[in-house]
């Protein structure tokens, strides 16, 4: 490992808010490095290469991973494993199964720098907005400006929209939104349903992105939207969430959840290399790996302004 990162997800598995975890892992799914050794079946990365790791792992066989839908992978390690029900990136080390599709590797005008987030937070905002079928007349809410919420955002933008708006509550994020996207609306969540329908032409936002994951940041996406939107939620909740079907019959939204489907990380990396794509500015903040508490301290309690950390294994 040369980079990792810290990601909600980990503060999720810390609280206990993902069943599927296992007690004492390692934890790291966010991470970039150079490959060392190869089991005998791997051929599209070998020795020396730096690669992104992909927050998912899957077989590339089996029904689901053939549809692309590899957060499905039938396999026992399918779907999200990697610091959450095996070893993780937040190490010196890291073991990444089916290596063929859980690597990337990094073009050599992309830094590690660079590249760190492809493989979780900017591949989940890149799978968001590609289910999302975002037009150019499309008005999009994006509610979180976290980090997932900004690759998000950075993604939503390659489409080109008639207009973006982020909703967030922090005044530090909407800073950070306001210096680097100065051309995106933004919104604090008690002004946000009136603002949205004054900005939108049919009764709300066209599409809706749940970025938050608050009880409240639910209910806002479906009242923000306009009849026969589409809300996705990319948002991992630390409980259930209700939809209020009585209240909505007639609003024929269409929902889409669920766990990120990983699998465009090598049109992703293409992107920055092109210079499309920009997530160096998220890193706010870099630690060595003998100071992560000291990171996830910080990065949990939102202090000092933090948007991202990468950590220096």
Known sequence: MTLASVCSSDIHIKHGSVPRAVEGITVGHEMVGIVEETGSAVTHVKKGDRVTVNVETFCGDCFFCKKGFVNNCTDKNGGWALGCRIDGGQ??????????????????????????????????????????????????????????????????????????IVCETDPNRIEFVNKHYPDVLTVTPDKCLDFVMNQSEHGGADVVLEVAGADSTFKLAYECARPNAIVTVVALYDKPQTL??????????????????????????????????????LITHTFP?????????????????????????
């Open 91 to 164: 190490a010196e080390y890291v073991r990444v199964p089916f290596a063929d599709q859980g690597l990337n590797k990094i073009p050599d005008t992309v830094t590690d720098r660079q590249a760190l987030l492809v493989g979780d937070v900017l591949a989940t905002g890149f799978w968001a907005t590609r289910i999302s079928e975002i037009t150019e007349d499309d008005t999009v809410l994006i509610i979180g400006a976290g980090p997932t919420g900004i690759c998000t955002l950075l993604c939503v933008e390659l489409r080109n929209p008639k207009k973006i």
């Open 244 to 281: 209020p079907l009585p209240y909505m019959y007639g609003k024929n939204l269409t929902f889409k959840t669920g766990g990120v489907d990983g699998c465009d990380c090598d049109e992703v990396l293409s992107l920055i290399e092109a210079g499309k794509v920009n997530t160096e500015p």
């Open 289 to 313: 790996l003998n100071d992560i508490d000291k990171a996830y301290h910080i990065f949990e309690n939102k202090l000092d302004k933090v948007i991202k950390i990468a950590i220096e294994c």
